[in-house]
């Protein structure tokens, strides 16, 4: 059974950084694309940063030059470190990937169970 599991939420004051991490657990042969989305209350869910296998980056124009992705392809694992933080940056953060599960040919697509991020004075 894979699993991604997300860690590192809370509460920040504005200007502020939080780091994410999210792991991949189970029978895992190859993680393709790795990203993370996040959901504001009363918004539609949107995609914050991804990270392709061999490190090629993109990022939502609101978070450029303030969140950086990163991955560890022998831990399976995923990153993202978020710096000065703003209250526009409230909101469930999810992990997802691309991946193709041990003893299949088939590419599936995966999501975490989401973390709260809360910027706030």
């Known amino acids: 059974q894979v699993q991604l599991v997300e860690s590192g939420g809370g509460l920040v004051q504005p200007g502020g950084s939080l780091r994410l991490s999210c792991a991949a657990s189970g029978s895992i042969f190859r993680i393709n694309d790795m990203r993370w989305y996040r959901q504001a209350p009363g918004k539609q869910r949107e995609l914050v940063a991804r990270?392709?296998?061999?490190?090629?980056?993109n990022y939502a124009d609101s978070v450029k030059d303030r969140f950086i992705i990163s991955r560890d392809n022998a831990k399976n694992t995923v990153a993202l470190q978020m710096n000065s933080l703003k209250p526009e940056d409230t909101a469930v953060y999810y992990c997802?990937?691309?991946?193709?599960?041990?003893?299949?040919?088939?590419?599936?697509?995966?999501w975490g169970q989401g973390t709260q991020v809360t910027v706030s004075s």
């Open positions: 997802n990937a691309d991946l193709v599960p041990s003893g299949t040919n088939s590419l599936r697509e995966y």
């Open positions: 990270i392709t296998r061999v490190g090629i980056t």
